[in-house]
């Protein structure tokens, strides 16, 4: 079985399995519901940031509201689909201890939402300890007042801009 990178959220560091809800079924478990869970925001959204989660090498940031009810969702998913959970975990990986590795996942994500809470942010990186210095540098130019020149957007902002601009533009080409 092979470990995950380093894992850190929001320049604390957290358990290698935190944030590693594909490994246990959860998106797949997210693509098999219908309708919406939150209003606009759907199931699509938490299968893309279980994703993300799992992304090696690049620091990534998500609305908190939005990581704190994915949070919920996958502590949620974990205990009602703990048997199903258990067994995409033996299927994957074949761990020694599938129900303590569950369990770690699960710890490593309530720690998330403490501080998801705490920080009123979520940025994460999966990577080495140069990254947490990157995370909290980060962390604290989106923290400035928009008008100072070291204001910066998180990256799940910047990305959401970038896709609706792209859109926009193709939609214009068409016209």
Known sequence: ???PSPFYF???RLSDWAGCWSLVGFDAAMGRRDGDWVGAIGHSQLIALSRRLMTEG???SEYPELMRLACLEFSVFALEERGAAVDA???RLDPDDPVGLL???VSGTRFMLELTRRDKAAFWSRGDMADV???KETMRRCRL???DPDFQLPRHITDWKREIESKETGLQSRL
């Open 1 to 3: 079985m092979t470990e």
């Open 10 to 12: 929001n320049g604390e």
């Open 58 to 60: 690049e620091l990534d």
């Open 89 to 91: 975990l033996v299927e």
């Open 103 to 105: 369990g770690e996942i």
């Open 133 to 135: 210095d990157a995370m």
């Open 145 to 147: 007042p928009k008008d």
